[in-house]
């Protein structure tokens, strides 16, 4: 649970327990969904929203909550591989989604603290300071407000661009209103319930794992990871990434008021939250794909290394993590699913920036629910196709998958349950097949099979966040083996401690 969660909580709703219908179905109650839910019932359409957890559970609710254009070095990298027009409509649609947000805020009178501040990325070696003059370049092509600044003093860096105009905000406080605004106007929500497929009909029908059915003219699907493809094999589009915030209580605050991303490797995210009337700073980055890397522990001792060389730490609040989807060319995949599915949409690949690029989302969303123009729709079709980067992307990244799957299988691992701590996690072999354990607080072993139920990849332990992590398309397990994030819909499969017991869990790969 982050911060955000435990400042501020949302109410709770009940399960789908029976079928039902409206104009439009959507799958997933994190920032998309629910504006889309929002923008929709003040429209006058009738709306059923659900989620497979809580409302904002997911990467919503573990976001820095910057509400920003500046997504990282993009814009000249948007230039070269689209055009300046894709480009510059990017940049506007960020800016209309920030726009959107401040105009909700003013009319519901939302008290989410909203503060309008500079957002600023800055390079710390020589390297990433001709990246940023690029990058500048790009802002002045495209006309973007935009300032050169030698960087700021606390970061020993050496270069900054600094947009303007840009704001910072509580996720949950603002995304509760909306969900106020919605229930009161008509609109359903419903929690712990888990879409598992889609009808193909006129009229699609959402399924349920409990096996109701919820029917809609639309649907709109945000669900992070899209619970349904409909042959359009996203997870050979996407990769995900993990990426870790800290909440400190600095020993000094930095000198200027902006928010800061240093786009280097490993990335640098730095903000101010204000927290039960303390001002804490909340650090981020570290991010890698998930499952592969490093014990992810040592991501939060880097980030503490970092915080404590620059502002030093008078204590540490919070840590959290969240996982994020790129596409194979940095935009995210927005609109209509396919042509064989004309009434079905879905959102994804947010690659971090999910506060304006969710709510730009809802905005597309619903225009397409009205059948209206929408002047961005095109540029984030999930049918368009840039030839460069993405022919190369696209070998990459699947490549990478072919790697880690066949690594997993000739992973010689020799562990034992002998081997096992409290609170640890380890491998082993058993009659040839990789198994998991994990051994809680109260000494209970929980064993799994570490093949993911996807594609079958060889998951790995995540012992930052006590998961079971996929290297290959990013779903991610409990240790007690049930699905924390797709492509995968079915949960590990689980064995009785008791079964193992009294056999020796050494794998003998001789046979002899």
């Known amino acids: 649970m982050s911060l955000w969660e435990e400042d501020y909580n949302i109410p709770s709703f009940p399960a ?66 689209t055009d300046k027009t ?37 390079a710390e070696n020589d390297v990433y300071a001709r990246k940023l003059e690029r990058e500048a370049m790009a802002y002045k092509t495209l006309n973007i407000p935009h300032e050169t600044i030698e960087g ?40 712990q319930t888990v879409a598992t497929n889609l009808s193909k009909d006129d009229r699609p029908e959402v399924i349920t794992r409990d096996g109701h059915r919820l029917q809609g003219s639309h649907v709109i699907v945000c669900s992070h990871f899209p619970f349904y493809e409909g042959n359009q094999f996203y997870f050979t589009r996407m990769y995900a990434e993990r990426s870790y915030i800290l909440a400190i209580k600095p020993k000094q605050m930095p000198a200027e008021d902006d928010m800061y991303l240093n786009p280097e490797d490993p990335v640098r995210s730095i903000r101010k939250m204000s927290f039960r009337g303390e001002e804490l700073l909340l650090i981020g980055g570290e991010q890698h794909k998930t499952g592969q890397g490093r014990a992810t522990s040592s991501h939060y001792e880097a980030l503490e290394t970092f915080a404590n060389k620059h502002f030093g730490i008078e204590r540490i609040v919070d840590r959290w993590s969240a996982q994020d989807l790129t596409t194979i060319d940095k935009l995210p995949y927005i609109g209509r ?77 020799n562990q034992s349950l002998d081997d096992l701590n409290t609170n640890e996690a380890i491998v082993f072999k058993h009659n040839g097949q990789r198994k998991g354990a994990f051994k809680d607080t109260e000494n209970h072993i929980h064993i799994v099979d570490t093949t ?55 794998d003998d790969s001789s046979g002899w």
Not at 471 to 492: K, Q, W
């Open 337 to 413: 699913m396919s042509d064989a599915h004309p009434n079905v949409y879905v959102s994804t690949g947010y690659r971090k920036w999910g506060m304006t690029t969710g709510t730009l989302a809802a905005m597309i969303l619903s225009d397409a629910v009205h059948l209206k123009q929408n002047r961005y729709a095109s540029l984030y079709s999930p049918n368009r196709f840039y030839a460069n980067p993405s022919i190369a992307t696209f070998l990459r990244e699947n490549l990478n998958v072919s790697k880690h799957l066949l690594l997993g299988k000739l992973d010689l691992t």
């Open 86 to 122: 894709k480009a510059r409509l990017h940049y506007e649609g960020a800016t209309d989604a920030l726009n959107m947000i401040k105009e909700t805020i003013e009319s519901l009178a939302i008290d989410c603290d909203f503060v309008d501040k500079n957002a600023v990325l800055y």
């Open 452 to 506: 993911c139920t996807h594609l079958g990849c060889e998951v790995a332990w995540n012992d930052g966040d006590h998961t079971w992590d996929c290297p290959c398309h990013g779903s991610r397990f409990s240790y007690t083996g049930d699905v924390i994030e797709g492509p995968a819909e079915t949960p590990l499969q689980t064995h009785d401690h008791s079964l193992f017991t009294n056999l020796d869990t050494k």
């Open 152 to 191: 700021p003093p606390d970061l020993q860096a050496v270069g900054g661009l600094r947009m303007p105009d840009q704001a910072e905000f509580h996720p949950i406080k603002y995304l509760s209103s909306l969900v106020h605004y919605i229930t009161k106007h008509g609109g359903r929500i419903y929690e």
């Open 16 to 81: 789908v327990t029976a079928d039902d219908s409206a104009d439009v179905i959507i799958v997933g109650g994190g920032i998309t969904g629910i504006t889309a839910a929002y923008l929709l019932t003040k429209a006058n359409v009738s709306v059923i929203l659900i989620d497979a957890d809580r409302l904002v559970n997911g990467t919503t609710g573990h976001t820095t909550a910057k509400i920003t254009a500046q997504h990282g070095l993009i814009y000249d990298e948007l230039i070269q591989h």
